[in-house]
């Protein structure tokens, strides 16, 4: 069974975030990009199973623009086994374009599964493994916490609300990865030399007349209002003193 895990290039979790002056968008110049975190566990999740003999190969998909091979190459060196890069001018494609795409990389490569993060940290959408699931008509296990591949199915223990929900799939599945399934390993030195060899196929969008137009229009986009300064207070009258006067009592 091959494991198709998109993984995406997106400003490193660790980076303030400035917003453009026209407030357009936010600042991608010179900034320290990296994969989306939920990311790395898919790949760290689909690469355990090939460990555990439940998988045949490990690939890599990413759709952007200039340098998002880097991002496959980061895959490749934790372990994945080729990569795939579907080349656009522009970063930020909306979600249902994604799947769409993604939906033509699995026609082609007809992996069991198809593992994602269940969010990209920069738009926050979690929508592109939905969309794939139900494009696809395959079952889908969204927020993993526990996958076990059985034959012919795949047990996926999800986080809920308050609690955890187990369900049992067919495979072939769409799963999208929660913070606690796994620890992504880092990439060994050795390993990283041997990633450079590894095969990355180009495509673009075009080739399957994908059209890649927004369907949303960006307004705005601000800061967080930033925090007022606090108050010492010396006691507990004054202190319900500036509450009340606050309303807050
Ligand atoms: P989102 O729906 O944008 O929050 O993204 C959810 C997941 O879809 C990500 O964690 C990735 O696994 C996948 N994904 C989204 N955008 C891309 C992209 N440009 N290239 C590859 N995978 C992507």
Known sequence: MKILVPVKRVVDYNVKIRVKPDG???ELTNIKMSMNPFDE???EEALRLKEAGKASEVIAVSVGPAKTDETIRTALAMGADRGIWVKTDEAGIEPLT???ILKKLV???APGLVILGKQAIDDDCNQTGQMLSALLGWPQATFASKVVVGEGTVDVTREIDGGLQTVSLDLPAVLTTDL???EPRYASLPNIMKAKKKPIAEKTPAEWGIDLTPRLVVLSTTEPTSRTAGKKVTSVAELVGDL????VL
């Open 107 to 109: 026609e082609e490569e």
């Open 24 to 26: 357009s968008g936010v």
């Open 98 to 100: 994604i799947a769409k």
């Open 180 to 182: 606690r399934l796994n």
């Open 41 to 43: 566990i898919a790949v």
């Open 244 to 247: 009340k006067q606050s309303g």
